[in-house]
């Protein structure tokens, strides 16, 4: 894990797994609490850095944006990425889960975008 300072954190919904963002960081840590792992999620590019993370309410899925508004999903049961495209052009500025795992976004280009948690639009 970098040595960034950490500006946000997120528990899933079971309370196994926490997400970690750190400043100027390309990179996303889950750590697996009771596995005693953890893994490091690149959000889109190494250029491109993370400025959101947001676990799903009834979906074992992590939600990471960046500011040039690439959206990355990650499965928690799959362990693997799920990248999402040309969601937004600028950085994502507010975000949340419904209840039915679907993800609000909405960015500096003064648009709105629902996703499911397989990257597609809604």
Known sequence: MS???IIDLDWDSNGET???LQDNYDKVTVWHVSQKQYTSIEGSNSKDKCCFIKWGKNVA?????TEKGVITFYSKTAKRKIPCVNKHS???ISWDWN???QLLTVGL???I???NASGDTV
Do not use: F, P
């Open 90 to 92: 600028k950085k994502i």
């Open 113 to 115: 975008t629902i996703s």
């Open 109 to 111: 280009d003064k648009t």
């Open 3 to 5: 040595e960034n300072q």
């Open 99 to 101: 209840n039915n795992g």
């Open 18 to 20: 926490i997400a970690v």
């Open 61 to 65: 899925t992590l939600a990471i944006g």
